[in-house]
């Protein structure tokens, strides 16, 4: 059964209200793990991380209010600041960060550590404190699929206006079906990496190095029953088991969700 946490449209910031209904999610799903059956107890952290999976894709409509319908870009690139603070992804965005409630919580340089109310409960990686390359230590991924052709520019010291312009809102078709965020190891994620026999089903919960080591890049993690939660653009959450979230048809997404504009030609 498929599992949906709505949010649409959101104006302004994130109240305290809605706070604390995402607080009291997390505690009562907490208070019951000791009376549940282990996959009672699965259930309540794949709830609680599809909670903050929520959080996530609300804060990005917030960001979306905020810069003309465009929604937070995946990668930034600023070319007038030394080479060692070039680039910033997402978890980096000071705008993003202060949606969610993160600037409050860490210094520059933990920006891409997310605290550890943020982590999946699932997540063993992250709770054993395994960082990927550049100190990243999250459990959720934005979907980069659309501008994996510019990942050559930006391993290679360069970056172009696809990475640093994102999704406009109202541009995007069928939001409800396109991916925002995913479960995984690393602040990125793609289609091929969501591939289970090459990736999920040899490594598991490894890191990204791990997955690196068998050819996965931007990892899915299917560690919820061999399903993942995904956060879609128009900010509902859905559990999909891994027959479902990868698809490969001739090379393309068969399932259409992780491109979020046209097939590339």
């Known amino acids: 059964m498929i599992r949906k946490v709505g949010i649409m449209k959101y104006k302004g910031a994130i109240t305290k209200a809605e706070l ?4 009291v999610c997390i505690i ?5 793990f000791g009376g549940l059956s282990n996959a009672g107890r699965e259930r309540a952290r794949r709830m609680v991380c599809a909670v903050n999976m929520a959080r996530l894709a609300q804060a990005n409509h917030i960001y ?13 690139y600023n070319a007038d600041l030394p080479l060692s603070e070039r680039y910033s992804n997402w978890l980096q965005n000071p705008d993003f960060r202060w949606y969610t409630g993160l600037d409050e919580k860490q210094t520059w340089d933990d920006m891409t550590v997310m605290p550890k109310e943020y982590f999946c409960p699932t997540d063993k ?3 054993c404190g395994q960082v990927s390359v550049y100190d990243v230590l999250c459990s959720y991924a934005y979907n980069v699929t659309d501008w994996i052709a510019e990942l050559n520019d930006y391993w290679n010291g360069t970056c172009t206006s696809p990475w640093q312009i994102g999704h406009k809102r109202t541009a995007i078709p069928r939001a409800s079906g396109k991916i925002n965020f995913a479960d995984s ?3 990125w994620c793609i289609w091929w990496g969501a591939d289970y026999e ?3 089903d040899i490594v598991g919960h490894g890191s990204w190095e791990d ?3 068998v050819g996965i890049y931007g990892p899915v993690l299917y560690r919820h029953s061999e399903g993942a939660n995904f956060a879609f653009y128009d900010g509902h959450v859905e559990h ?6 990868y698809i490969n048809e001739n090379g393309q997404d068969a399932t259409g969700m992780w491109y979020v504009g046209e097939f590339p030609d």
């Open 20 to 23: 604390l209904v995402m607080l």
């Open 28 to 32: 009562l799903a907490g208070l019951n």
């Open 64 to 76: 979306a209010d905020n810069w003309d319908e465009w929604f937070c870009p995946p990668m930034m």
């Open 125 to 127: 990686v992250a709770r």
């Open 185 to 187: 190891t690393d602040w």
């Open 198 to 200: 090459d990736g999920w």
């Open 211 to 213: 997955y690196g080591n």
């Open 240 to 245: 999909l088991p891994k027959e479902e979230a």
